[in-house]
């Protein structure tokens, strides 16, 4: 499933095959299942969150949560897709872009890096996904060169911060502990669809500093809005 848009004030009237920007924007990610996309509008706030960051007002937004379904109801139809949005808040541009959903890797195998941002980690906008600029996808890349499918990033102390692409989360003994959130991108999974799935399993979440030792010692389970959540191992 491929296909492109753009939506709001700043469209001219005649759009033809937009590039998506690669630049430090307000992006998101998430799943369009039976036609539908999952959690829009949290989504929605999600970008609207990063432009104020950026000193931007972006009040035209949420009415483009309606076109933007009509649109994926017309493009998808029941399919399932994966929906990549990026604000430009500016120029007054919303791009969605429709991909196949991605598989997760099994097992998806994580190799211990140095989070590429630590100079920033008092940095509040890092929490906004993709004000950062895209550096997710060279370190990804990198890990895959080293042999693994994604990068578990870790802070100066040894700390763990998150993985290129996802929240981590490592379950011991009927507690599933995630990282202290400065520094890492804000997930929409952690807090819209984690606690319903650490109850289910008994899991009491706490945040605090986690070490690479009780990462080994323990489950490791990686999130975000698009994959969903998934266990992987260290190599």
Same mark, same amino acid.
């Given at each position: 499933?491929? %296909?492109?848009?753009?939506? +709001?004030?700043?469209?001219?009237?005649?759009?033809?095959?937009? /590039?998506?920007? =690669? +630049?430090?924007?307000?992006? &998101?990610?998430?799943?369009?299942?039976g036609g539908l996309p999952r959690h829009l509008e949290a989504h929605l706030h999600r970008l609207e969150a990063g432009a104020a960051a950026m000193g931007e007002a972006v009040g035209w937004l949420p009415s483009m949560q309606e076109p933007l379904t009509d649109w994926l109801?017309? &493009?998808?139809? =029941?399919?399932?897709?994966?929906?990549?949005l990026i604000l430009d808040p500016r120029a007054g541009i919303l791009t969605a872009q429709l991909e196949p959903l991605p598989a997760v890797p099994r097992p998806c195998r994580l190799i211990p890096m140095r989070h590429p941002l630590e100079a920033?980690?008092?940095?509040? &906008?890092? %929490?906004?996904?993709g004000?950062? %600029?895209?550096? +997710?996808?060279?370190? @990804?890349?990198?890990?895959?060169?080293?042999g693994g499918d994604d990068a578990l990033l870790l802070w100066r102390d040894g700390t763990l911060a998150e993985t290129a692409i996802a929240t981590v989360g490592i379950e011991a003994e009927g507690v599933l502990t995630l990282p202290l959130r400065q520094g890492r991108?804000?997930?929409?999974? /952690?807090?819209?669809? *984690?606690?319903?799935?650490?109850?289910?399993? +008994?899991l009491r979440i706490e945040v605090k500093a986690v070490s690479l030792p009780s990462a080994r010692a323990g489950v490791i389970w990686c999130m975000n809005? *698009?994959? %969903?959540?998934?266990?992987? &191992? @260290?190599l």
């Open positions: 499933m491929n %296909g492109r848009r753009r939506f +709001g004030p700043g469209v001219p009237p005649i759009d033809s095959a937009p /590039e998506l920007g =690669s +630049g430090a924007l307000p992006r &998101t990610a998430l799943p369009v299942q109801e017309a &493009t998808t139809g =029941s399919g399932e897709a994966a929906l990549r920033r980690l008092g940095d509040p &906008t890092t %929490g906004h996904k004000l950062s %600029g895209p550096w +997710g996808k060279a370190t @990804l890349a990198e890990a895959q060169r080293k991108v804000a997930s929409l999974t /952690e807090r819209l669809d *984690l606690p319903d799935w650490a109850h289910a399993r +008994g809005a *698009l994959r %969903g959540i998934w266990s992987a &191992t @260290l």
